[in-house]
């Protein structure tokens, strides 16, 4: 994005939104800052004309001087009431400022010529070609290049025109060579003067250009940092704070297509949900989801899984994508656990308003999946397709009719057996499955209160003839 911004720097229009008014807000700085140069200037050379001796200058030289330094001091009372609100951008003031400076110096020159020294006051005092130099680089504050090219332009047309101007006028000799001490000018002395005076219009759009590069780049890393930010906000809802860290440092290994992965996936799902919800009114039901899923992600991400996606009322986690972690399976059954603890608390609150517990069933089960952003170019997502997957969210069904809470596969039970307390069902039909698969019951901690403990119901009462959704 930043080599973009640097190829575009000079084209205004084409720049993003919230730099171009980062470079609006840097020009306007600028543009007050010279404003107070400006005024101080102005200030200062009233103080000369004002205090000096009334035979120090002629009373036509006097006038144009005032004349010049009233106006000029008019004019920075204007752009000080003009950018006294510091959200406003007027993109032509720089070009009125720098053509009012520069004009007003050479009016100031006109009253030089009009003086006891005349022609000689212009071309060999230094005091008016410094001051019109110090406003030529003055116009690299406004960091547009256009605007110091501008200025530089300015005092070769005006100083060309005066030139000539004194040089067909005849009022002085003009010598082939240097006149330092004596009547006459030199015109390629007066050449040089104007020459090196509007130079520095062009050091000023050099200034301009390396600090408007400056500035772009500047804009454009802290609205990096800002979009960083805002995608980390947005990714901390899906992922763990460790997983949003690898997703931001390696963005392209989560590109548009999927990668086969081992990963460990979790459904879990309310159950009765529809009869809650009509003992209560929409926004309760809304508010209560809110608070139910608030305190399951957070496990999920304490866990290190991911969330999937929202199912309803239900919730779909992975563990061990998009990047590997630590015995995922574990983790997964450690989350499930931790969901039934958590709940309790919730249950009791519901208690208390006289509404009904909220139980949830849970399948787990681990193996290959194809793992990416899968979808459309218009639209696409995250997530997890295979096998895999639909064995776990047929688990989770299936704690229906067994009257459990913590389903698991022989996959996922030969990586926690001995961590946790299960107890095998045996070996159960499920749609999609030509053969019966073994499937374990979880057992709950002991936190767990009695009525939403795990059923302990033989695995003979399920035979395995018997197909579950």
């Given at each position: 994005?930043?080599e973009?911004?640097?190829?575009?720097?000079?084209?205004?229009?084409?720049?993003?939104?919230?730099?171009?008014?980062?470079?609006?807000?840097q020009?306007?700085?600028?543009?007050?800052?010279?404003?107070?140069v400006?005024?101080?200037?102005?200030?200062s050379?009233?103080?000369?004309v004002?205090?000096?001796?009334?035979?120090?200058?002629?009373?036509?030289?006097?006038?144009?001087?005032?004349?010049?330094?009233?106006?000029?001091?008019?004019?920075?009372l204007?752009?000080?009431?003009?950018?006294?609100?510091?959200?406003?951008?007027?993109?032509?003031?720089?070009?009125?400022?720098?053509?009012?400076?520069?004009?007003?110096?050479?009016v100031?020159?006109?009253?030089?010529?009009?003086?006891?020294?005349?022609?000689?006051?212009?071309?060999?005092?230094?005091?008016?070609?410094?001051?019109?130099?110090?406003?030529?680089?003055?116009?690299?504050?406004r960091?547009?290049?256009?605007?110091?090219?501008?200025?530089?332009?300015?005092?070769?047309?005006?100083?060309?025109?005066?030139?000539?101007?004194?040089?067909?006028?005849?009022t002085v000799?003009?010598?082939?060579?240097s006149?330092?001490?004596?009547?006459?000018?030199?015109?390629?002395?007066c050449?040089?003067?104007?020459?090196?005076?509007a130079?520095?219009g062009?050091?000023?759009?050099?200034?301009?250009?390396?600090?408007?590069?400056?500035?772009?780049?500047?804009?454009?890393?802290?609205?990096?940092?800002?979009?960083?930010?805002?995608?980390?906000?947005?990714?901390?809802?899906?992922?763990?704070?460790?997983?949003?860290?690898?997703?931001?440092?390696?963005?392209?290994?989560?590109?548009?297509?999927?990668?086969?992965?081992?990963?460990?996936?979790?459904?879990?799902?309310?159950?009765?949900?529809?009869?809650?919800?009509?003992?209560?009114?929409p926004?309760?039901?809304?508010?209560?989801?809110?608070?139910?899923?608030?305190?399951?992600?957070?496990?999920?991400?304490?866990?290190?899984?991911?969330?999937?996606k929202?199912l309803?009322?239900?919730?779909?986690?992975?563990?061990?994508v998009?990047?590997?972690?630590?015995?995922?399976?574990?983790?997964?059954v450690?989350?499930?656990?931790?969901?039934?603890?958590a709940l309790?608390?919730?249950n009791?609150?519901?208690?208390?308003?006289?509404?009904?517990?909220?139980?949830?069933?849970?399948?787990?089960?681990?193996?290959?999946?194809?793992?990416?952003?899968?979808?459309?170019?218009?639209?696409?997502?995250?997530?997890?397709?295979?096998?895999?997957?639909?064995l776990?969210?047929?688990?989770?069904?299936?704690?229906?009719?067994?009257?459990?809470?913590?389903?698991?596969?022989?996959?996922?039970?030969?990586?926690?057996?001995?961590?946790?307390?299960?107890?095998?069902?045996?070996?159960?039909?499920?749609?999609?499955?030509?053969?019966?698969?073994?499937?374990?019951?979880?057992?709950?901690?002991?936190?767990?209160?009695?009525?939403?403990?795990?059923?302990l119901?033989?695995?003979?009462?399920?035979?395995?003839?018997?197909?579950?959704?």
């Amino acid at each position: 994005m930043l080599e973009q911004l640097k190829k575009r720097f000079s084209s205004r229009g084409g720049l993003p939104d919230g730099i171009r008014n980062i470079l609006q807000a840097q020009e306007m700085a600028g543009e007050r800052l010279v404003n107070y140069v400006r005024a101080a200037f102005v200030v200062s050379s009233f103080s000369t004309v004002l205090f000096v001796a009334e035979d120090a200058q002629t009373p036509l030289a006097n006038t144009i001087y005032r004349v010049m330094l009233s106006t000029w001091l008019i004019y920075a009372l204007i752009v000080w009431w003009l950018l006294r609100k510091r959200e406003h951008y007027y993109r032509w003031l720089k070009y009125l400022s720098i053509t009012v400076d520069v004009s007003l110096l050479y009016v100031g020159m006109i009253g030089g010529l009009n003086n006891h020294s005349g022609v000689y006051e212009v071309f060999r005092s230094p005091v008016t070609w410094v001051a019109l130099a110090a406003f030529n680089v003055l116009a690299g504050l406004r960091y547009s290049v256009i605007a110091g090219l501008y200025s530089a332009g300015l005092v070769m047309l005006y100083g060309s025109a005066l030139l000539a101007y004194v040089r067909f006028a005849g009022t002085v000799p003009w010598a082939t060579q240097s006149v330092y001490i004596g009547p006459g000018l030199n015109a390629e002395e007066c050449i040089y003067t104007m020459v090196f005076t509007a130079i520095n219009g062009v050091f000023a759009a050099v200034i301009a250009s390396n600090s408007r590069k400056l500035i772009l780049r500047s804009a454009a890393e802290s609205l990096a940092r800002e979009r960083l930010e805002q995608d980390r906000d947005r990714l901390a809802k899906y992922f763990s704070k460790d997983v949003v860290d690898l997703v931001l440092n390696d963005p392209g290994s989560i590109g548009l297509g999927g990668r086969r992965m081992h990963a460990t996936v979790l459904f879990a799902d309310i159950r009765n949900f529809t009869q809650l919800s009509t003992m209560m009114q929409p926004e309760e039901v809304v508010d209560l989801l809110n608070r139910y899923f608030s305190m399951m992600v957070d496990i999920v991400f304490a866990n290190g899984g991911t969330l999937d996606k929202f199912l309803g009322d239900g919730l779909m986690a992975l563990f061990g994508v998009p990047y590997p972690i630590e015995k995922p399976e574990e983790r997964a059954v450690r989350t499930a656990l931790e969901m039934l603890d958590a709940l309790q608390g919730l249950n009791h609150e519901l208690e208390a308003r006289g509404m009904l517990r909220l139980d949830i069933g849970v399948g787990i089960n681990c193996g290959a999946v194809v793992a990416g952003n899968i979808g459309s170019s218009q639209r696409h997502e995250y997530t997890v397709i295979g096998d895999t997957v639909n064995l776990a969210a047929r688990l989770e069904a299936l704690n229906k009719e067994t009257r459990t809470q913590v389903l698991v596969t022989s996959a996922v039970h030969e990586t926690i057996q001995g961590v946790f307390r299960t107890r095998s069902l045996g070996r159960l039909r499920i749609r999609g499955k030509p053969e019966p698969i073994e499937v374990f019951a979880v057992m709950p901690s002991e936190a767990v209160p009695e009525p939403t403990r795990i059923s302990l119901l033989p695995p003979s009462t399920l035979p395995p003839s018997t197909s579950y959704p």
